[in-house]
């Protein structure tokens, strides 16, 4: 649990019940866990310091969670979300993953199940799990019209400007720069990823992929720097003459 300990966790539900429920289960994991009862408590804590995740219903009467993930996207762009959604439907849940949250799970939420997500993400976001044979960690990968730093997990362009990249972006990322010209299965993306037992991200490839594209791609709606290999995965070419 000692790494568990190191780890803030803020956990955002209107309804008390629930929250301290999960509040409470997560502090026996060995978590720091703060509890805000809506959007309005989470905007004052994030302006004051940076959780290490956030667990966020989606639900809420005041303030939807979808506005609230495109809130923390803004203004803490590499802390990763894990969605808690009860009658949200697919399409919200969608519309949340492209907006850059890492996860989500059903309300209401198996605890083990959240525990499991939470340490699965925590991971991703550290950057564990890299393959053997990985690129040096020092080294800034070109990836269509932007860089990679994969020591600083930021995305830049030729005028070095920062642009925003999620968690499971950088994940994806890469592990396109480390596999040039190879093709990537959704199984294989999973285990470069370490993402094996988040469920909801073997089924949001696509959609981040998506995101990935219209960040990286000289024109988004043909790829030409990761592109589709029907019924077998992606593929990235680093030198556009290759293709």
């Known amino acids: 649990m000692s790494q ?3 780890h803030k966790i ?9 929250r301290e429920m999960i509040g409470d289960y997560l502090k026996l994991q060995g978590f720091t866990v703060t509890l805000c009862d809506g959007g309005p408590s989470l905007r004052a804590l994030v302006k004051k310091e940076t ?3 956030v667990v966020l219903d989606l639900n809420m009467p005041e303030e939807d969670g979808l506005s609230l993930v495109r809130f923390l996207k803004q203004e803490k762009p590499r802390v990763p979300i894990i969605m808690l959604t009860a009658t949200a439907s697919p399409i919200d849940r969608v519309v949340g993953l492209e907006l850059g949250a890492d996860d989500y799970l059903a309300k209401p939420a198996e605890l083990r199940e959240l525990l499991a997500r939470i340490r699965s993400v925590l991971r991703r976001s550290a950057g564990g799990g890299s393959p053997s044979g990985a690129a040096n960690p020092g080294e800034t990968v070109k990836i269509g ?8 997990r930021t995305l830049r362009d030729e005028n070095g400007k920062e642009h925003a990249l999620t968690n499971s972006e950088f994940t994806l990322l890469k592990a396109f720069a480390d596999h040039p010209k190879r093709v990537l299965s959704r199984e294989r993306l999973l285990d470069l990823a370490n993402a094996r037992d988040a469920d909801a991200f073997d089924r949001a490839i696509d959609v981040r992929i998506t995101r990935i594209r219209k960040k990286i791609e000289p024109d988004p709606s043909n790829p030409r720097v990761i ?11 680093p030198d556009e003459k290759d293709i």
């Open 145 to 152: 019209t932007k860089w990679l730093d994969l020591a600083g």
């Open 227 to 237: 592109r589709t290999v029907r019924g077998a995965g992606y593929v990235f070419s």
């Open 51 to 53: 959780p290490d995740l």
């Open 4 to 6: 568990a300990a190191s």
């Open 10 to 18: 803020v956990v955002v539900d209107d309804e008390a019940e629930a």
